[in-house]
Structure formats: C-alpha cells, structure tokens
C-alpha cells in the first residue's frame, strides 16, 4: 500500500537551468577562454559533483560552500575575468527562485497521498522555492538535513526515518536515473524515472514523461 510519495525537487519539479543560471554559464565564457558554454556547464558540474560526493556524513558541507569553491576552480581553469562569490550568489537566487513544471504543480495540488519532497539541496534554496511557488508538499528532506546527497542511500533512509515510513510504503519520483531511481531502488522503494527528455528507458525501470502519466501509474500501483 502507498502511504506516501517521496519526490525530487529540482530537474523534476522545478527546472534545473533557468535565465539567471544560463546568465551566469554566458558571464564565464565571455570572460574566458572556454570552447563554449557547453564545456563551461560540463566543468561546473564535474567540479561541483566531486565536491558534493566527497563531502557527506562527518564531512559534509553546504552546497552553498561548494558552488563556490566550483565556481573558483572552473575561473581559474578558463582564466575567466569574473568574480566567483558574485556568480554563486546568482545561483542562489536561481535556487531559491528557479522555474516551475506546470505539471509538477498540478500533481501536487491534487495528489492523493502525502508528497515530500527529498532532494540534494541546501535547506534556505528548498525553502524559498517551495514557499514562492506556493506548492502543497507535506514535509521536506535535504542533503542538508541528512548530511548526504544522492546517490548516497543515507538521504533516503534519513526521509524513511523522519517521516516514519518504510521502503514498502513509499514510492520516489525525480529525473536522475542513477540518484532518483537506482539508488532508492536498493532500499527497496518503488520508483518512476520523469523522462521528460524521452531518454531510452531500461527494462527494469517504470519511466514517465510527465507528471500526468506518474499520476497514471500511481493509480494503477494502488488499485493493484
């Protein structure tokens, strides 16, 4: 039986990029010596991704903290003439404020079961976005709280603890194949892949191309 849904925030609910990150991606490469936007995009995250996964548990440290340490690096790597903590502090009003899925809202207004959302994030970004959106979720879980990101499993048995449910009882919905659904797969939760993207879709996993079809599939799971 369901008894609540787990859900990732942004790439799902929210988007990922928006004005100001795109902003931001084009200060850096019109000040430097990157081949392109893309390659900038791809040096952020890689440096930002190792940051992330190494500092979890004992050594864990805002995301915050790390985008700027990122956004460090990735000028110097591009000898790019801009300013890091002015970037990282764009990027935090792109966390706070980033762009909605319609879809995503109209889920969540209307689900039927409790949706809280568990998402790699520093708590401040989570927050205010939900708050500004106006989105009805029934609690929030971050790396923040938890002091782990995904894919690490311990975000996720952090949100079974604190909402008082099991794998059984629980199905996760968000964007990332290997942080939305192999790793709460290994826990043992049900999961839905938001495909938006319409990315070739594994045999083992349940893939969705909107909020509409995840509805659609819940309701089947329940009536099972």
Not at 15 to 43: C, F, M, T, W
Not at 77 to 103: G, I, S
Not at 167 to 183: E, K, N, T, Y
């Amino acid at each position: 039986m369901i008894k609540g849904i787990f859900c990732d925030f942004y790439g799902t609910v929210v988007h990922e990029n928006g004005p100001i990150s795109l902003e931001v991606i084009e200060r850096v490469y019109r000040s430097g010596d990157a081949a392109s936007p893309k390659e900038v995009v791809q040096a952020w995250y890689q440096a930002f991704d190792q940051r992330v996964q190494a500092c979890c548990g004992p050594h864990y440290r805002t995301q915050q903290e790390l985008a700027l340490e990122s956004f460090q690096q990735v000028l110097e790597q591009f000898h790019a003439k801009e300013d890091a903590a002015a970037l990282c502090q764009r990027m935090v009003e792109h966390w706070c404020n980033p762009p909605l899925y319609e879809d995503a809202k109209v889920f969540l207004d209307q689900s039927s079961w409790p949706v809280y959302l568990v998402t790699s994030s520093d708590n401040l970004f989570v927050e205010q976005a939900v708050a500004g959106h106006g989105l009805k979720v029934s609690g929030i879980t971050t790396s923040e709280d938890a002091t782990y990101a995904k894919p690490h499993v311990e975000l996720f048995e952090y949100a079974l603890r604190r909402w008082g449910l099991s794998p059984a009882q629980v199905v996760h919905i968000g964007d990332s194949l290997q942080g939305d659904v192999r790793c709460p797969q290994a826990l043992g939760i049900r999961t839905i892949w938001l495909n938006r993207e319409d990315r070739p879709v594994p045999p083992d996993v349940t893939a969705a191309k909107d909020f509409y079809q995840v509805q659609a599939i819940l309701q089947q799971w329940s009536e099972a």
